[in-house]
């Protein structure tokens, strides 16, 4: 089994700051790379980061400059660092990653439970 378990969502207020953090744990035999989505009410989930083992990193246009996404190879560990939050950046953050389950034997996406941010004065 392969799971990925999330931390530090919650509330906060707008200009706020909240850092997430995501565990990979399980058959991993390889891991490739990491990401957090996000999905609001009504909404699709949509791409917020993500980052490679080498650690390049791609940000949705709309966090760009206040959001920043880092991992630890060693712990399997994904992190989103959110800074100056807005009500806009309200959801439920899922992390991703995409990795070879020793007991499947193909590489494929993985998503955790998701934790709720709410951005509101």
């Known amino acids: 089994q392969v799971q990925l378990v999330e931390s530090g969502g919650g509330l906060v207020q707008p200009g706020g700051s909240l850092r997430l953090s995501c565990a990979a744990s399980?058959?991993?035999?390889?891991?490739?790379?990491m990401g957090w989505y996000r999905q609001a009410p009504g909404k699709q989930r949509e791409l917020v980061a993500t980052?490679?083992?080498?650690?390049?990193?791609n940000y949705a246009d709309s966090v760009k400059g206040r959001f920043t996404i880092s991992r630890d190879n060693a712990k399997n560990t994904v992190y989103l660092q959110m800074n100056i939050l807005r009500p806009e950046d309200t959801a439920v953050y899922y992390c991703?990653?995409?990795?070879?389950?020793?007991?499947?034997?193909?590489?494929?996406?993985?998503w955790g439970q998701g934790t709720q941010v709410t951005v509101s004065s």
């Open positions: 980052i490679t083992t080498a650690g390049s990193t």
């Open positions: 991703n990653a995409n990795l070879i389950n020793l007991r499947v034997g193909v590489r494929q996406d993985y």
């Open positions: 399980g058959s991993i035999y390889r891991l490739y790379d």
